[in-house]
């Protein structure tokens, strides 16, 4: 049986995190599958194992620094409900797996689980977000462009945990006035990987596209977000949208 | 603090589970406690057969681990088929023609209650986005989308 923390405070789950290098583990949708043993037996993650789904201090949204924060142990579907969060984030987590897996599942989890094909990724790779790790020793805020640098792989330290993903209010607030497209391709509606996502959205003046922002899943290593193709503005032309995608206008 | 006892409430009684903390709950419903409602299906948390309440919410049992739900109420179709919404969900299957082998009923049962505990009224697209992560061979999905309509019809007022 591995040693199994479930620390009360955030403070107690660094130290257990620092002394144990336990792995952090919220709704195990990710965890418990890799690890899935045969059937009636306990999944087989190896070493120390630590839960955090159960911190409160881990399970808010606030407006902080210019920045809107979502914790690290809050289940994908109050991020969704919480009117705050961009629109981009929001339709991304909707086509996540189903109900039932969203209510366990976090950003920070998603993110930690670095696949070439995360869902969230795309639109926080867009929004310029960063992310907010913790140990015992202090804290550092790291590009969400940099955090992830190959599949299933991270910056993140033995001795960190995530604590929050944050966006630029830049960005929160004048989204709803640019165009956004998020598009997922996947064998069916739910619970599928995506065999391709796009995340677009651009500012328009007089007809020309401004800061223009891309970001492609499952193309890749990783999310990759196209900054040389859209380092100029560029005229937009009605003809070049497809008529029917379901946020084009 | 490496505390291995987990207490927690399954169909409002008291448990206390003092086993491997990465034993899976449905594992634990099934064989420790008996409760075979919820099903293993696919283990990775896609075909929703093993869905449960977990405080409320419908969540895979397959990937809940035992040692993340101390002090969690957990609901299954053991405990809801004695309630009125319970009953009323379950005459609506079978009334609907939703029951075909029956694998997948009991985690379309428990979907079926959390979409009415959400929204009494909802229309198709929120029942069938409810349901999106139960898979089911047979039915089709219609007679089960029926089903919660009927109960949605029938039960006014219960959620």
Not at chain 1, 145 to 153: M, Q, S, Y
Request: with cysteine; hydrophobic share 40%; charged share 25%.
């Amino acid at each position: 049986m591995v040693n199994f923390y479930c620390p009360e405070t955030l403070e107690e789950a660094l130290s257990v995190r620092s002394d144990h290098g336990a792995v952090p583990l919220a709704g195990g949708t990710d965890l418990m599958v890799r690890f899935e043993n045969w059937s009636s037996l306990p999944a087989g993650i190896p070493g120390p194992v630590m839960s955090v789904g159960q911190l409160e201090e881990l399970k808010y949204i606030r407006e902080e620094d210019g920045q809107l924060c979502i914790g690290a142990a809050l289940p994908l579907n109050q991020v969704l409900e919480d009117q705050r969060i961009p629109r981009s984030l929001a339709a991304a987590l909707d086509e996540i797996a189903a109900p039932s897996l969203r209510n366990l599942a976090t950003l920070a989890g998603n993110i930690q689980n670095a696949s070439p094909a995360a869902d969230s990724v795309p639109p926080l790779l867009i929004m310029d977000a960063r992310v907010r790790l913790l140990s015992s020793a202090g804290s550092r805020t790291v590009d969400m462009g940099d955090f992830i640098t190959g599949p299933g792989k991270t910056v993140l330290k033995e001795d960190e945990i995530i604590e929050s993903v944050r966006i630029p209010m830049d960005f929160v607030n004048k989204e709803a006035a640019g165009i956004l497209s998020y598009r997922k391709v996947g064998t069916r509606k739910a619970n599928a990987l995506s065999k391709l996502s796009v995340c677009f959205w651009a500012e328009t003046e007089k007809g020309v596209l401004k800061d223009i922002r891309l970001a492609l899943g499952a193309v890749a290593a990783t999310v990759v977000r196209l900054k040389e193709a859209c380092a100029r503005p560029a005229p937009l032309r009605r003809s070049a949208c497809r008529r029917d995608g379901p946020s084009c206008r | 603090m490496k505390d291995n006892k987990i207490e927690f409430t399954v169909n409002g009684g008291k448990k206390v589970y003092d086993g491997d903390p990465l034993r899976r709950l449905l594992d634990v419903l099934r064989e420790d406690l008996e409760l075979p409602g919820a099903k293993e299906g696919c283990g990775e948390g896609e075909c929703g057969a093993c869905s449960v309440l977990l405080d409320g919410k419908l969540v895979n049992s397959c990937v809940v681990a035992m040692g993340t739900i101390g002090g969690k109420d957990v609901l299954t179709v053991e405990g809801l088929k004695e309630t009125e919404q319970g009953k009323c969900i379950i005459e609506a299957y079978a009334d609907a023609g939703a029951v075909q082998c029956g694998f997948c009923t009991p985690g379309m049962v428990m979907a079926s209650e959390a979409i009415l505990r959400e929204n009494p009224e909802p229309d198709e697209q929120t029942i069938r986005k409810g349901l999106s992560g139960n898979l089911c061979r047979c039915t089709g999905y219609d007679q089960i989308v029926d089903a919660v309509k009927l109960a949605s019809e029938r039960g006014k007022g219960l959620w």
